[in-house]
């Protein structure tokens, strides 16, 4: 039987293949599904996101849509969508993370558009940084966010 995804990770707009390469691996070794909106700067072959991904690209579960009013049909509960940006104060701290969450991020340069964070600021969470930088590298603010859900899931015997 095989084992249901932890998250659901999702770019919208990515714009770097090293970075969507990156969080590719990273779901790999989480057990996270990798969801991309479009349109992307990059094609899904891109020799850099290959490189970036190494070999685990072949392991990685993924899906594409074309936009993200076609992704957030796909999902059954809105109310398990939270929303990383630089433009809040709570934190990721706060999410109280579940087997299934779907973990939203923007693109690289602008990170998501202001009207996502509008109609969901409940759901909209931070990575706090305390020292002079815009916003940590995407691949790098994907993985904290995995991380600290594996943390919570896993003390709570939820995984």
């Given at each position: 039987?095989?084992k249901s995804s932890l998250f659901k990770i999702v770019l919208v707009e ?146």
């Amino acid at each position: 039987m095989e084992k249901s995804s932890l998250f659901k990770i999702v770019l919208v707009e990515p714009e770097i293949p090293q970075n969507t390469g990156n969080i590719g691996r990273t779901c790999v070794g989480t057990n996270c599904e990798l969801h991309l909106i479009g349109p992307m700067s990059f094609e899904i072959n891109d020799t850099q996101l290959k490189r970036a991904g190494l070999d685990y690209w072949q392991h990685l579960t993924w899906f594409y849509y074309p936009t993200y009013e076609d992704w957030f049909k796909t999902v059954s509960d809105p109310s398990r969508v939270f929303y990383f940006t630089t433009k809040v104060k709570k934190t990721y701290y706060d999410i109280q993370y579940q087997p299934g969450d779907w973990l939203v991020f923007g693109k690289e340069t602008k990170g998501l558009p202001p009207e996502i964070i509008l109609n969901y600021q409940d759901q909209a969470v931070t990575i706090p940084q305390t020292g002079p930088v815009r916003s940590l590298n995407l691949a790098t603010a994907v993985a904290i966010s995995i991380y600290e859900g594996f943390r919570q899931t896993q003390v709570a015997g939820k995984i």
